[in-house]
């Protein structure tokens, strides 16, 4: 079974070996990573959120989110993105600044993407010094130590057998998110629409064919909390064939705001004629936003397609980029 710890820690990398990495080619745009804190994880740089507040606030920002980035070519002000989030505007940009962690601004701007194509041109070293230090890194959302733990083939090919996954929705910035796990860690992510959730239930449960599904909020609530507002350890159980899961370790690797095309990918991995493999196991990954596979674009800068959506995809890369 193999077995890849991904964990930053005062700007190095630490891999399951012990080996210390420094973190060549890095660049964290406006926040610094802070030390270390005593219990050997980053804290959360946002996404504060106290007992006391609902998940309706969080769907409001869902809402104003996915409005930002499917009107950002029209520049709305700020009043009109605060009525999509049914908010005063002075509420909206307190509420909006703290929860997705930049301003309502700020976000427009970045859902440009301008810098996409850029940090394809010239990004390529940057991307070889991460991939060969073995580099992955925070998001704007959360300060992670991932844990990745992957299936044996002979466990993946019995498609889930005996396998228990619990299962439960939870409020987000981008939309319900399906939240599923296993004993030995999360396995899978994803996101919903209002209304959608069932059919996103059933897509996920497709991946597993064989195992056993209960609701069990009780074990994806605390996850769903390390993920989104409290950072933390977090063990992801991968399930996939062994090219899959080499193609997801791959992807932990890109830094946030930086990008990556199927055919680079193929090429680092050593099979430089695999990209159209590369495409399809990356639309497999069944953890979305945590193994960003919003990273990887096509080679002309297009965004390319999304399991999730293209406007999530574009919110996860404006977020990551700001």
Same mark, same amino acid.
């Given at each position: ?47 504060? /959120? !106290? &007992?006391? *507040?609902? #998940? ?5 920002? $869902?809402? @104003?989110?996915? %409005? ?82 992957? /299936? !044996? &083939?002979? *466990?993946? #090919? ?5 396998? $228990?996954? @619990?299962?439960? %929705? ?84 890109? &830094? ?9 990918? $193929? ?56």
């Amino acid at each position: 079974m193999s077995f890849v710890l991904l964990c930053i820690l005062c700007g190095e990398i630490q891999l399951a070996s012990g080996m210390d990495v420094p973190a060549r080619g890095r660049q964290l745009s406006k926040k610094r990573v802070e030390k270390a804190g005593p219990n050997g994880h980053i804290p959360p740089m946002t996404m504060h /959120m !106290t &007992p006391t *507040e609902s #998940g309706a606030t969080y769907q409001r920002i $869902a809402r @104003a989110v996915r %409005f930002l980035a499917e009107h950002y070519r029209e520049q709305p002000s700020l009043e009109v993105a605060a009525s999509s989030a049914a908010l005063s505007p002075h509420h909206f940009q307190r509420l909006f600044t703290r929860y997705v962690g930049i301003s309502p601004k700020a976000f427009v701007a970045a859902l440009t993407l301008d810098r996409a194509k850029a940090a394809l041109e010239d990004g390529a070293s940057v991307l070889d010094a991460s991939f060969e230090a073995g580099l992955s890194g925070p998001s704007r959302l959360h300060d992670l130590c991932l844990k990745v733990e992957a /299936m !044996t &083939p002979g *466990e993946y #090919g019995r498609g889930g057998e005996g396998l $228990a996954i @619990a299962y439960g %929705f939870h409020p987000s910035p981008f939309g319900t998110a399906v939240v599923m796990a296993t004993e030995r860690g999360l396995c899978g992510l994803a996101f919903a629409d209002d209304g959608d959730e069932e059919t996103v239930l059933a897509d996920m449960k497709a991946h597993w064919r064989q195992a056993r599904f209960q609701c069990d909020t009780s074990r994806t609530s605390s996850m769903a909390r390390r993920i989104f507002e409290d950072g933390g350890d977090v063990s992801l159980h991968l399930t996939g064939t062994p090219w899959q899961t080499k193609v997801w370790q791959a992807l932990l690797r890109i &830094p946030p705001g930086r990008f990556d095309t199927y055919g680079n990918i $193929a090429k680092r991995l050593g099979a430089p004629t695999a990209a159209r493999a590369v495409g399809a196991a990356v639309g497999r990954n069944p953890i979305a936003w945590l193994i960003p596979c919003h990273r990887v674009l096509r080679g002309d800068g297009d965004l390319g397609g999304y399991h999730w959506g293209t406007t999530r995809k574009r919110i996860f890369l404006a977020l990551e980029a700001a």
